[in-house]
């Protein structure tokens, strides 16, 4: 392909590509020992980012540059440790944040899976980014990005605010908020939780196919939406405590006409859905 | 007329979906019209199918699809009639809007560069210059394939590549004195 | 090299001797690449246009029609039989469907006309490659996508159904796992399908899927999940909404 200029040097774009799956050493340009700065190899190609933590909270939001800015006070941690070794040793990563940072073909892939440590981790991408993130203990926020966001929570809440990429969102005891500006037409998305309320807005003008789910809850929504269909299954228990009635129900409509299937799914919880 | 094969058909399914985007960008970036780019990729695709006895392997499938998009356009211009006079205002107007309208940092300034003025610039460009900028810049064809879709000599297309992008400058540079004025 | 003939080779590459040392001689040069470099980058910005889904749409209506020689693939109108192609007058006489004798031998390799059956055939195939594609793409969305063409396969598609089965299973994303997992429901008349499920069910970890799951079971009035279900109720490091739904459904399959 093309190579260019960059500010009157000279690169290569084969330069910038680091091997698969190599450690990013920390660019000497960093002022800020919180902070490591990610480049994409191919910056006209479509960007991910891949996030994957256990204990700490994640903050995602999209900003007008081309690398991924990470920060941390896991970040900062490993490089006092790092300066701070005695001759002869080496630190072991014991109670420590534990943050690896990799970029391979056009994947950023920030992982802090230690089982100690904790704290926030934000990281800055281009707006159009696909973003992934899988996190165990805390909740993940993503802002103003327009790439595919894909978010799964187990015990914290996920937000989605200020964008406009396909969502697919879940939590298992955590609320997902989701609020959309407008939405690239024709695109699939799914919200779920076990425990928490599924708390989606949505552009007035979106044509979906709404499918909801709730098992103890209701659905409460200010759009029009057109019911096609209830199945309502239920069955009666005797119980010691009297008749027990349970059920599984899913409702489907359509808003707008109708358009990508948009899914709502809880078990403990309710569902809301905003119009813009 | 052979009947369509399976293979061939999953084989054209792939080839959409790998293809069909950028072959969506494509059109937009030449003639502005969402609406219209999706019919053409419709025409392409549709034709793809229909001449594909015509694809000669040797050939690289960019440059023949890309023959194929350009032949789709004309025809498209043909079929309207000739070319609708639009004061050059309304027209880049309305690409500004497409602008405001679509996610991203187009109105702050990123090293200088305002990509809303950017994309009116690219807009005012000459077809022929803003072609072969969208070929090799947003598409990332070789200058192989290029020279072989518009007909040219290869080291021609470096040339052209240089004197479009010079183009642009050229314009952009204006529209800035003209914001700032 | 004059000014010129760098400028021209800067965005092929700009390699050589001869740029490098054009550049570090000629200021003009070296501020009319810097500036050039900086706008060529900028292109990178620009926000990409995305078609919308009915271009996908489309597409594959076309496909299954071109198959199936429609004359609705056609865009041209027909204007001497004699010259059009045989199926499309075929299809436009309707003789495609009624299976008459006139339709015989007219397509090219003396084949008899499609019957009603078969044109069903081709239409589900469309179906199944649109679902078995998008399944298999990078975007969590477009297998979503994918996951719902799948629900209007053929409740005979075996392939369609060893998809769904190993997005149950194997997708990284709980979203499409969930869907993979209702979906399967328009496949309850095939017995793998109850298999499947009481497999899956014993390898999922994620508390949403493993409810719709059982949930399928029950739909399926599937006796053998029985012992499965009695696991997962009495086993303590399951969420306890699954533990309750596990237990309601073994009420439910007694």
Known sequence: MNRFLIGGMMVALGAL????????????????????????????QPRKLVVKTMMHRVTIKGYDGKDAIIESSAISERRRRERNVPPGMHPLNVGGGGIEVTEANNVVTVSAESFFGGGDIQIQVPVETSVTVNTVNNGVSVENISGEI???????GVSVTNSSGAVLATSVNGKVTVALDKVAP???????????????????????????????????????????????????????KGVRIRGNKTTYGTINGGGPEMQFTTFNGRVLIHKK | MAEVSAGQVARLAVLFERHHRALFRYFVSMNGDREQAEDLVQEVFFRMLRYRTSYDPAQSFTAWMYQIARNAGVDQLRKRGAVQVVD???????????VSASPGPEESA???????????????????????????????????????????????????????????????????????? | ?????????????????????????????????????????????????????????????????????????????????????????AAAAGLLAAGLGIGYGMRGNGQPPAEVSQLREEVANMRQLVALSLMQQQSASDRLRGVSWAYRAEPSDREVLGALVTAVNHDSNVNVRLAAVDALRRFSASPETGRAALQSLSKQTTPIVQVALIDLLVDLKNPEAAPELRRLSGNETANEGVRQRAQWALERLQ
């Open chain 1, 17 to 44: 590509q680091t091997p698969a799956q190599n450690p990013v050493q920390n660019p000497a340009q960093n002022q800020n020992p919180a902070q490591m700065t990610v480049a994409f190899s191919n910056p006209s």
């Open chain 2, 88 to 98: 050059i205002d309304t027209y880049v107007e309305r690409r500004a809007e497409l």
């Open chain 1, 150 to 156: 894909d978010v799964e929570s187990v015990n914290g």
């Open chain 3, 1 to 89: 090299m004059t000014c010129e003939q760098a400028r021209i080779q800067m965005l092929g590459g700009g390699e050589g001797k001869d740029f490098a040392e054009h550049l570090a001689s000629c200021e003009s040069c070296r501020n009319e690449v810097s500036r050039i470099g900086t706008l060529w980058q900028s292109l990178d910005l620009l926000p990409l246009e995305e078609p919308s889904g009915k271009v996908r749409d489309r597409f594959y209506e076309m496909l299954g029609a071109y198959r199936q020689g429609l004359a609705a693939a056609e865009t041209r109108p027909v204007r001497h039989w004699w010259t059009a192609p045989a199926w499309q007058v």
């Open chain 2, 110 to 181: 990123s090293r200088g560069q305002d990509l809303a003025l950017l994309r009116r610039a690219m807009d005012q460009l000459p077809e022929d210059k803003r072609e072969i900028l969208v070929l090799s810049r947003f598409q990332g064809m070789k200058h192989e394939d290029i020279a072989e879709v518009l007909g040219c000599e290869v080291g021609t297309v470096k040339v052209r590549v240089y004197r479009a992008i010079r183009a642009l400058e050229q314009i952009y540079f204006t529209l800035e004195k003209e914001k700032a004025s």
């Open chain 1, 186 to 240: 024709g695109k699939a998305m799914s919200f779920s939780t076990m425990n928490g309320t599924i708390d989606v807005t949505l552009p007035a003008d979106i044509k979906a196919n709404l499918k909801m789910k709730v098992d103890n809850g209701d659905v409460y929504t200010d759009f029009d939406v057109k019911v096609t269909n209830d199945r309502f299954d239920t069955t009666q228990s005797n119980t010691e």
